[in-house]
Nanobody, 129 residues
Framework: QVQLAESGGGSVQGGGSLRLSCAVS????????MAWFRQVPGKEREGVAA???????LYANSVKGRFTISKDIAKGTLDLQMNNLNPEDTAMYYC???????????????????????WGQGTQVSVSS
């Protein structure tokens, strides 16, 4: 069973930065497409960014150039560096692992929730204007 645990959320003013981290159990981080999603109450979960086993990345158009996804195999963490935040980035952020353990990430420009079957509990990000 894949276990995912996010941390690093919080409140920040517009233009600020936050770094989210997700602790990932086992070999999933090394072998599998991993992603970050976000969700606002009443709206569908939105794919933010994804990273393949080989380090290739996908980004939603809304975050391209501002967010960076990365993984540290030695530490067992999936990270999301978020810069130049704006109030539209306010959401609960979730990390996720591909439901079938595939090494490549499908979708585009951002990841698709349908492809992911393992989810963390989420961490809240709030950006004030």
């Amino acid at each position: 069973q894949v276990q995912l645990a996010e941390s690093g959320g919080g409140s920040v003013q517009g233009g600020g930065s936050l770094r989210l981290s997700c602790a990932v159990s086992g070999d999933t981080l090394r072998d599998t497409c991993m992603a970050w999603f976000r969700q606002v109450p009443g709206k569908e979960r939105e794919g933010v960014a994804a990273i393949t086993r080989y380090g290739n990345t996908l980004y939603a158009n809304s975050v391209k150039g501002r967010f960076t996804i990365s993984k540290d195999i030695a530490k067992g963490t999936l990270d999301l560096q978020m810069n130049n935040l704006n109030p539209e980035d306010t959401a609960m952020y979730y990390c996720a692992a591909d439901r079938s353990g595939r090494p490549y990430c499908s979708g585009g420009p951002g990841p698709r929730a349908f492809d992911f079957g393992y989810w963390g509990q989420g961490t809240q990000v709030s950006v004030s204007s």
